[in-house]
């Protein structure tokens, strides 16, 4: 199980924790790999702040769902997820 304090393991955009970092454990190298709640690109919808920003933006007016609801977690909180999101990407 990967540790929930590592920032390097959530999502840029939403805050969902992944299996391997979206950025390297270097934070400098994309895994292109698509977030299953929002669906952002790491590598693309979450290279700049302002990308991040739109995307984040753009997710929630949909409603904050999940891109593949068959992932989605029983006991999930859209507001605890993006509580998850590193301070420098919010």
């Keep these: 199980m990967p540790n929930k304090k590592d920032v390097s393991l959530f ?3 939403c805050g969902k924790m992944q299996e391997v970092p979206p950025w ?3 934070g400098k190298c994309p895994s292109y790999e698509i977030c299953s709640c929002c669906g952002t ?3 693309y919808g979450d290279c700049k ?3 991040i920003k739109e995307s984040r933006t753009r997710w929630l007016n949909k409603g904050g ?3 593949y609801q068959d992932e989605k ?3 999930w909180s859209l507001d605890e997820q993006l509580k998850n999101i590193p301070l420098e990407y919010k």
Excluded: H, I, P
């Design 73 to 75: 977690l029983d006991n």
């Design 41 to 43: 690109e790491f590598g």
């Design 24 to 26: 390297g454990k270097d």
């Design 65 to 67: 769902e999940w891109v």
């Design 49 to 51: 702040l302002s990308a």
């Design 11 to 13: 999502c840029r955009v």
